[in-house]
Nanobody, 122 residues
Framework: QVHLVESGGGLVQAGGSLRLSCTAS????????MGWFRRAPGKEREFVAR????????DYAESVKGRFTISRDNAKNTVYLQMNSLKVEDAAVYFC???????????????WGQGTQVTVSS
């Protein structure tokens, strides 16, 4: 059985940083494309970042390029999202997900975590 568990969310001031973690069980993050998505109140779920299984190519939404970094630790079976220079508009519930396809489409991701809340104050 696959489980993805996110952690690291919280309250931060605008301009601050947070690092989200997504620890997987039941699958290996090195053999799946891993993605981060977010959903703000009243908005659709949107793609944030993804990493392919090999050789770990990354892709980012335009709104987070240069501020967010996705990475993984295969030994810990964990994917991270380092978020710097946070803006009020980054506030959302952040989800990690796993897919066999290298895509930004949420529908292609088979496994999802429960989400972690990120709140950014002005």
């Amino acid at each position: 059985q696959v489980h993805l568990v996110e952690s690291g969310g919280g309250l931060v001031q605008a301009g601050g940083s947070l690092r989200l973690s997504c620890t997987a069980s039941g699958l290996s993050v090195s053999t799946y494309a891993m993605g981060w998505f977010r959903r703000a109140p009243g908005k659709e779920r949107e793609f944030v970042a993804r990493m392919s299984w090999s050789p770990g190519l990354t892709d980012y939404a335009e709104s987070v390029k240069g501020r967010f970094t996705i990475s993984r630790d295969n030994a810990k079976n964990t994917v991270y999202l380092q978020m710097n220079s946070l803006k009020v508009e980054d506030a959302a519930v952040y989800f990690c997900a796993a897919s066999r396809a290298v895509t930004v489409a949420p529908a292609a991701y088979s496994y999802w975590g429960q989400g972690t809340q990120v709140t950014v104050s002005s």
